[in-house]
């Protein structure tokens, strides 16, 4: 099973569901997705693949947010442009495989998408 994980290192999050998924002999492909965004119709197609909007995958937090303003008045085009210029402001970790897509958070909820 191909599995990729849009992973940022600093975060403690993502360094666990990549932990987890190592320990599970799993070799996920992983992306940086700070150093290596992800094009808007890649970005399109995990939402898809998610059956969810821009707004579910918002990271809360930080001074890309706080300059947002009031984020729930930008509609999802508007949404998926900010994130792809400042992709900070994409939750993390997303992992992808197979059988779907899913922001883990809780990071438990990487066994969704991938079998243990």
Known sequence: MAVTIY??????????VLGWLKDKGI????IEYL?????AAELKRILAQMKAKPH????RKGDAYEALGD???????ALLK??????????RPIVVSDK???LCRPPEKVWEVVKP
Do not use: F, Q, W, Y
């Open 7 to 16: 992973h940022n290192p600093s975060c403690s999050t993502s360094r666990k």
């Open 27 to 30: 070799e996920p492909k992983v």
């Open 35 to 39: 150093k290596t965004p992800p094009s």
């Open 56 to 59: 579910d995958i918002l990271r």
């Open 71 to 77: 984020a729930s008045k930008l509609g999802a085009e």
């Open 82 to 91: 900010k994130m792809l210029d400042e992709p900070v402001l994409i939750e």
């Open 100 to 102: 779907g897509a899913v």
